[in-house]
């Protein structure tokens, strides 16, 4: 229930405030506007507003739409002709059509700066035992390394304050074909060295589970044994949750990331290898002896001993000031459009794998993590999908408002609208690419399953 609430609240938040902002730059122009509707579909809800305007609500909440008065979609009276959206001067259509993303643009930068104002408590960029032959582990990632800042060419550096800042560099890096410099430290902040983390190795990869081992960049975390699978061969060893993990084959465990990699290692061939673990339980130390069971993971075979591991990692609150929190909000949302819209390119072209695609499942899946995260969260996730509603529009697909605008760029160089049957040519070779795009975005949604078992 959450995560449907989550979602609609989201869906209707956003399409009332792209709509809301054709409708304000539509009445500021002069033009007439007759309905404003948020959702389609049998009218639930409907008000006359003071300036003729009819607001409703439609049953399906899954779209919105303005109609404004025009001459193209039937007669119009002599006294209203002057507030006919083709009457008015082409700047002023332009401006109608390119408001409604405008505004979700505005609305992104600003949740993103209430998110830097409130502040919250998240990881810190502290990086645990790399998995083997990851690019973590080529770059030389030691457990305990703590990231300050990130670089695309070493030489300009921008500051991470937090482990989200670390991956969303990451996943931008990897995105763009580029490749991504670390600067790190100790844990006391000693110890100053530059690592390069070689993100352009995985260009086109679909984010998933096996991307982010193959990339290797986790959390520190204290191997502790959280959960234990009934029937697996963890629970037949006599794993508990709540064991802390000291040594495997006499090997002393120093965190989580160490744990996964020892665990996934343990066989030789086809054949799972016993281990020989010493475990801390109750203020005892305990001798086990787990074998694991061999299954497949992406098209290797590994081994599993069906038990979640790790502790949640060391936290920080990051909060920010008015002015910076206002620039942090501006910075964050030019940088996540730019990355868009290269990534977008690099699909088109397929330099980039179209399973980074989400589609309606993935929304709302992560509506309802994030609202159950808490208030900033989910705030940062309606700034993120805000703001690829507004990239989106800008398209330069017929169906969408980026459309309308190329058709408005091409009268403005020629001197003459676009004719009526190119119009309607475009508009069916639009609405196809955008039922191809959105048939991609849900198959993309059911196969994106992951586990997190160990």
């Known amino acids: 229930m959450t995560t449907l609430v989550a979602f609609l609240v989201a869906l209707a938040l956003l399409i009332a ?20 509707s948020i959702g389609f579909g049998r009218v639930i809800w409907r008000r006359i507003g003071r300036d003729g305007t009819e607001f409703t609500l ?31 001067p082409l700047r002023q259509r332009a401006a109608i059509v390119a408001a409604g993303p405008a505004a979700n643009w505005v609305l992104a930068i600003l949740l993103f700066a209430v998110v830097a104002w409130l ?3 998240v990881p810190k960029a502290v990086l645990g035992t790399p998995p083997a032959g990851s690019l973590a582990e080529r770059a030389g990632v030691h457990a305990g390394d703590w990231v300050r800042a990130v670089s695309a060419d070493g030489q300009q550096w921008d500051e991470i304050e937090s482990l989200p800042d670390l991956q969303a560099a990451v996943a931008r890096a990897q995105a763009l074909a580029e490749p991504l410099h670390l600067s790190v430290t100790e844990g006391e902040g000693h110890g100053a060295r530059s690592l390069r983390l070689d993100t352009e190795r995985l260009a086109g990869r679909a984010p998933d589970a096996r991307l982010a081992g193959e990339i290797g960049l986790v959390p520190l975390q204290e191997p502790l044994i959280q ?98 929190g206002l620039w942090r909000g501006a910075q964050q949302s030019w940088d996540m459009a730019a990355t868009t819209v290269q990534l977008l390119g690099r699909m088109l072209v397929g330099q980039a794998s179209v399973k980074n695609l989400g589609g309606p499942l993935a929304i709302a899946d992560a509506a309802g993590q994030s609202a159950r995260a808490g208030l900033v969260p989910y705030l940062e996730f309606l700034a993120r999908i805000s703001l690829s509603l507004a990239v989106l ?24 609208p676009v004719s009526e049957w190119w119009q309607r040519q475009l508009q069916r070779a639009g609405a196809l690419i ?10 993309n949604d059911i196969a994106a399953r992951l586990t997190g078992w160990h």
């Open 434 to 443: 955008l039922v191809l795009m959105m048939a991609l975005a849900f198959t």
């Open 17 to 36: 405030v792209h709509e809301w902002g054709h409708y304000r730059v539509a009445r500021a122009c002069g033009v007439k506007v007759l309905r404003f």
């Open 58 to 88: 439609g049953a399906l909440p899954l779209g919105g739409y303005v109609r404004m008065l025009d001459e193209r979609d039937g007669a119009v009276a002599p006294q209203e002709r002057e507030q006919a959206f083709n009457q008015r």
């Open 393 to 416: 529009n800008l398209l330069p697909l017929p169906m969408l408002d980026g459309g309308h605008l190329m058709y408005h760029l091409f009268e403005g160089l020629s001197g003459r």
């Open 227 to 324: 959960q234990v699978a009934p029937g697996g061969p963890g629970a037949a060893a006599g794993l508990l949750a709540g064991d802390r993990v000291l040594s495997i084959d006499g090997q002393s465990v120093p965190d989580a990331g160490f744990l996964r990699d020892a665990i996934r290692r343990s066989h030789d061939g086809e054949q799972p290898r016993p281990m020989l673990w010493q475990v801390q339980r109750a203020g005892q130390a305990v001798e086990l002896r787990p074998v694991p069971r061999m299954v497949d993971d992406g098209g290797q075979r590994i081994a599993r001993l069906e038990i979640g591991v790790g502790s949640l990692p060391e936290r920080v609150f990051v909060r920010h000031g008015f002015g910076d």
């Open 119 to 121: 502040g919250s408590e």
